[in-house]
């Protein structure tokens, strides 16, 4: 995963002097994506991923509500990495790590996760990701997931998504436009190419929840075996 469709930071928008870096959608989504996540992780205690975490905005809000949860935030620009430790440093939350270093084009993820530093996942949460990126990187973040997951443990993918071969909203076509005339490899994944490639490693659809501005959550688990 070698670049984005946007940086925070050099998108116009406010970087405090210590670096944190602010995201505009968070504040339009956060309380949805929580909300679907309380259903799920409340009253849960383990060991949690945010793959991609951009901002830190969203690790440290999940942190703050979900405190028996040990949350690991990652990403693979330097920017944003900074950005996330500055807000671990503002929040002091105790139950937030320092962010690793992923590229979820290899699925092997990070030596901290390979070398089992860190316990099986309770949880791993994907924002706004595999849109701005190349299939390989989809296919890393499901490879990492199913090898990094605990036997309960799910994977929370927000986004716009395709349903059917459709756009569920004419933003969402227009934007999936503009993400493959930048890149040919980027562009709004479909539900059901996601659904193969979970089904690949193990994985399965359990709910597809409705979001803010026309995204989705699709939450995976584990298939049950006979």
Known sequence: MTGYVMEFGKDGGRVEPDG?????AF?????AIRALLQRYLADRSGDAVEAGSGTGQHVVDFARHFPGILWWPSDLN???????AAWRAHA???NVRPPLRIDLSDPAWCPELHDGSVAPLLAVFCANVIHIAPWRVAEGLFAGAARY??????????????????HTALSNAVFDTSLRHRDPEWGVREIEE??????????????AAEMPA????????????A
């Open 78 to 84: 330097a920017a944003h990495l900074k950005s996330i």
């Open 194 to 207: 996601l659904e193969k490639l979970a089904a690949g490693v193990g994985l399965k659809l359990i709910e």
């Open 20 to 24: 944190r870096l602010d995201a505009p």
């Open 214 to 225: 026309n995204n989705l959550v699709l939450v995976f688990e584990r298939e049950k075996r």
């Open 92 to 94: 002091g939350l105790a």
């Open 149 to 166: 997951l605990g036997p309960d443990g799910r994977l929370f993918l927000y986004g716009p998504f395709k349903r059917d071969g459709r």
């Open 27 to 31: 504040h339009r989504n956060h309380q």
